[in-house]
């Protein structure tokens, strides 16, 4: 079936290439939705503020077919066709183009060789093993591939890692721009935490005049395994010992498969944006989720929970050594996680040796750079 999809697509858009390139065209290809504060979103609105440009917002949502009125599903419906149609030819046509994450139809795309295509990607920094580094099929890693050789360039957050994404990618390193990503300008400068907080202490006033402590766990690969992430949290633990200080908020990833919130902690899974929980919390809790870069961006602590490290290093493995990379204690057990938040350990030297590493600009430009560099300079 999918296979039938991207065939389709393919088609639409090679057809459509006999309509010339439209200069002032970008295009915005998001085939995972990320949010309204990824650094897709956070540049199109960037150069929407700048003027001048034809805007097109492509999204793998747009073939979600709603079943629950006559009228949602004819409308569902055409907005499916028109990804096909309307939108492969404004893709076709477009002079630069911007994505979030591998749009797989790509491989089989004919861009013209005035189109600049450029992965921004949706995570910074090197940490555990992505792109053409993480467990595929031979069938989805040779897409893969087709899809890289498509791209002009491939953003990234510092020149330290620059020769990761290049191999992740499959490019040469020429193609990788360490120019820093438009998300880092949102979290840096681009809210006003104290309102973010208000705000949360409306929602759950509980925890009001607290400390929040966010648990945040990456999938595994089977549901089995996303359910033992819950039940290795010992709340009653963390309230006795730390509940009046201390609030534990829960934010599952996306792609667990089964999990159930725990009672006794603030369930922020959905409804809240990681983003903006990573500007009000205090601390995190993780074991190999990306969210520790943006923490270490901040400068906040963080613990992690590896309780099933061993098991997940042959599963995905990591860039580097695990236990002396990151930015913060390794434990393996609730009791631990529990006594590093009353005593913690001095890791300041080792956050920031991670934010150094993995961050080239801690400023609000990248989103500016990324512009100058590729619009401004092409168009």
Known sequence: MKKLFYSLYALFFNIS???PVKKNRIAF???HHGGEADSLSILREFVEKK???DIVSISTCDLQIDFSSVGRLFSSALKAVGFFTVKAKAL?????VFLNDNFMPMASLNFSKEAVVTQLWHAEGAFKKFGLHAPLTDDVREREKKCSERLTYVICSSKNVAPVYAEAFGVDESKILPLGTPRTDMLLCGCD???LRADFDDKHPECKGKKLVLYAPTFRDSPESDKSLINKIDINAFNAELGEEYCLLVKLHPQIHSAEPVSGTVDVTNGHEINDLTLICDMLITDYSSVCMDFALLSKPCIFFAFDLASYEKERSFYFDYKSYVPGPVVSDFASVIEEIKNPRKSEEKLRSFRDFNFD???????ERIFERIISSNH
């Open 51 to 53: 003027g001048g440009f």
């Open 193 to 195: 935490i104290n309102k």
């Open 29 to 31: 290809v998001a085939p």
């Open 361 to 367: 600009y801690i400023d609000c430009n990248s989103t």
């Open 17 to 19: 290439r006999i309509f």
């Open 92 to 96: 076709a046509t477009a002079k630069y």
